[in-house]
């Protein structure tokens, strides 16, 4: 049996970098919740790599 592995959450800066865009883009998309769903872990904003990616490709079918 293998082990299963976790992917660690991305910080806004990992997200920024993966899709190319500004980290203050990132936050107006949360504002008008138009992005990739993100949660609050205390008071860091974290993205789960997943959502991120399956937000990216319902974006690429529009």
Known sequence: MRAR??????TAEDVSTF???????LY???YR???PRASR???HLRYN?????AWL????ER
């Open 5 to 10: 592995t976790i992917e660690p959450l991305w």
């Open 19 to 25: 899709l190319g865009v500004p980290v203050s883009t």
């Open 28 to 30: 107006q998309w949360r």
């Open 33 to 35: 919740r138009i992005g």
């Open 41 to 43: 872990v205390g008071r």
């Open 49 to 53: 790599p997943a959502d991120v990616r």
């Open 57 to 60: 490709d319902e974006a690429a």
